[in-house]
């Protein structure tokens, strides 16, 4: 163990085990249900059947977690900077962000290969979330919406995750593997393959995080990378049809 993490108190790893609970997203995605809920009559199946009202909850819980994360960096006297939000090489970043999309549609393409090949109970064509996106205006709100949760949100959620493991529990490393599988258990609506997906995805962007040390790259690919696959999916698909 890092001598800096022999030092921390066992108080100060609960209580970032603590916080790493209350932003990995089970506060946001419950306190962003209550009101989806409400407008739905409670009927959950109904929810995954509306663009609007899944880009209404992505975004609303997105809002909470950034809430929640703004109040421990103010907590800990911590800033936005600290997380890897800063403009410095952003360039090169860019460039880099850049350079791992057509990684993550290789990524997105093997497994498909092999849960079709494999474990053809499990494949599926096309990622069910994009099927419920009916019109263009829907698609333009699904990527904004994909953007803002996924591109920013699902970051700066990494980030945060990460620092905390890397400082008080067990390491950077350990963080980044433990958040990649849960990250992509949270993503079980999607089905087992989408699951398998968003591991390896979360676990690149990760990476990507520690090796650069600034979050410009990784979010610049994720935002890339869900902008071109639902125009993708649209164009080739619904908008043929």
Known sequence: MPAELSRKSWTERFQALFEVLLISGLVSSFLAALPIFGLRGGRV???????????????????????????????????????GLRW???????LLGLSLVPVLFLINAVVAI??????????????PLTQIIKTPQQLALFIFSALVAGGIKEELQRAFIINRFRVYLGGAWV????????????????KEQGVVIATL??????????????LIAPIIAHAAYDTLALLAYWFLSSHLK
Do not use: C
Request: aromatic residues 16%; hydrophobic residues 55%; without cysteine.
């Open 175 to 190: 963080g980044l593997v433990l958040w990649s599988l849960i990250f992509g258990a949270f993503h079980y609506v999607q």
């Open 88 to 94: 410095e090489h952003w360039k090169r970043n860019l």
């Open 45 to 83: 199946e109904s929810l995954l059947q509306d663009a609007r009202i899944v880009s209404l909850y992505l975004l609303l819980e997105s809002a909470i977690t950034f809430l929640l994360i703004a109040v421990l960096l103010r907590a800990h006297r911590e800033t936005i900077g600290s997380l």
């Open 114 to 127: 092999v849960f079709k090949l494999y474990l053809p109970e499990y494949y599926i064509e096309v990622n």
């Open 201 to 214: 995805m979360g676990f690149l962007f990760g990476l990507i995080y520690l090796l650069s040390g600034s």
